[in-house]
Each structure stands twice: as structure tokens, then as C-alpha cells.
């Protein structure tokens, strides 16, 4: 089956940085998506990456390790405006995207 | 209209009754489709066009009809919706069918009791 793992919750301080991991086991792989969406709005998205390595983007920077299943999300210097959900996502051979059930970031002050 | 949108907001709907959620986009993007989400899961993706005239199902799509009779809109039916179906649903759309960035509606909240 098809399986996408992130934390359900993490919590940071304002101001410090925060990594947030994403795992998945897919019927094929055409790249990752991370998305934000904040509590009762649509998500919008952040980064999307299909090689490996890291994709740098302001304060928000993706990994993905495709031999690992693995994708991280790091933000940095974070702001109280960064508290939401952060979905991530990933396309399969269908070119139909895979959803996490998304991580929910609590920023502290 | 700017981008994409969705109606209604919000709906509380008997069991047994037949409801159309509506989505427009004015980005001329040719892909569209239909989530679900429901606490606790992900998103789950009920239908999807990848192009005016054509659908296709997704990972949920029992219970829901969908048509693309032109590029813009992409509507959803429930025939005869069940308490199952409480959820909010959201439409998305992109220029294409893959590695596209989707572009989110503002979700309708549809309880049915």
C-alpha cells in the first residue's frame, strides 16, 4: 500500500529553527510537495522537489532522499505567523498526489 | 473572481438529500480536482479531470459524481449523501495533471445529519 508518514504534532520557540520529517512508501515517484495550511484555510504550497538534495526557498528549505524515502521541511527563524499545519506530499506513478495526514506546529514565544 | 472558489461555504444537509458543491477557477488551468479531509487523515482525493471533458476517479470516489463540461468548472454531486460524507471538501487546480503546483478553493464544511 501506499503510506506517508510526518509527526501529528511538534512544538518550537520563536525565533529558533525546526525540522519537520516526512517518510513514504509509494506505488512509484514523480516528487514531493510540502504544503502550509493554517488552521481552517486551504493549503497553499511551499516547495516541491524531485532530485535530491536541498532546495532553499527563505527561511523554508526542503530535502527529499529518494533511496531513503525520505523529506524533511526545515524553517528557520521562526515567527508566530508559522504556526499551521504542514502537509506533506508525494506524486505517484499516476501523477496523483499522496497526502500525509500533516504535521500541526505549535510556535512558542 | 481571482483564482479559485468554492460554494457554499458551509452547508448542514439531511441524509438521503442530494447536494452539488461548486468550483470555478479563472486560471485557465486544464487539471482539477476534488479532496476530502477529515481530522487525523489526509487529504484524500475523490475525483479529478485532467482536462475539459474528461474525469477520472480517485482514491474515494463512491458516493460522488463529478462532470467537466468546460474549463473553469468542476462541480461535485453527492446523489444521496450519508453521514459518512461529513468532511470538508476542498477543489484544487493546476496547469497541468503532473509536478504542477494545485491551487486550493477555501474548502466548504458540508455536515449531513
Known amino acids: 500500500g501506499q503510506n506517508i508518514d510526518q509527526p501529528t504534532e511538534m512544538t518550537a520557540t520563536e525565533g529558533a529553527i525546526v525540522q519537520i520529517n516526512c517518510t513514504y512508501q509509494?506505488?512509484?515517484?514523480?516528487?514531493l510537495f510540502w504544503y502550509q495550511q493554517h488552521a481552517g484555510e486551504a493549503p497553499t504550497f511551499l516547495s516541491y522537489?524531485?532530485l535530491d538534495g536541498l532546495e532553499e526557498k527563505g527561511r523554508f528549505s526542503s530535502f527529499l532522499s529518494r533511496s531513503k524515502g525520505y523529506s524533511y521541511l526545515l524553517l528557520k527563524e521562526l515567527q508566530m505567523k508559522d504556526s499551521a499545519s504542514y502537509l506533506c506530499a508525494v506524486e505517484d506513478s499516476n501523477y496523483q498526489l499522496i497526502w500525509g495526514a500533516g504535521t500541526k506546529l505549535i510556535i512558542k514565544p | 473572481i481571482a483564482g479559485i472558489t468554492q460554494a457554499p461555504t458551509s452547508q448542514i444537509l439531511a441524509a438521503g438529500r442530494r447536494m452539488t458543491l461548486r468550483c470555478t477557477q479563472d486560471?485557465?488551468?486544464?487539471?482539477m480536482y476534488w479532496y476530502r479531509q477529515d481530522l487525523g487523515l489526509g487529504l484524500r482525493l475523490i475525483h479529478y479531470s485532467n482536462t475539459a471533458g474528461t474525469t477520472g476517479k480517485g482514491e474515494v470516489p463512491d458516493g460522488y459524481s463529478v462532470s467537466r463540461a468546460n474549463t473553469d468548472d468542476f462541480p461535485l454531486t453527492l446523489a444521496s449523501a450519508v453521514p459518512s460524507q461529513t468532511s470538508v471538501y476542498f477543489c484544487a487546480s493546476s496547469e497541468g495533471p503532473a509536478s504542477d503546483e494545485q491551487f486550493f478553493g477555501p474548502g466548504t464544511r458540508l455536515t449531513v445529519l
Open positions: 522537489n524531485v
Open positions: 486560471m485557465r488551468h486544464n487539471a
Open positions: 509509494t506505488s512509484g515517484f514523480n516528487g
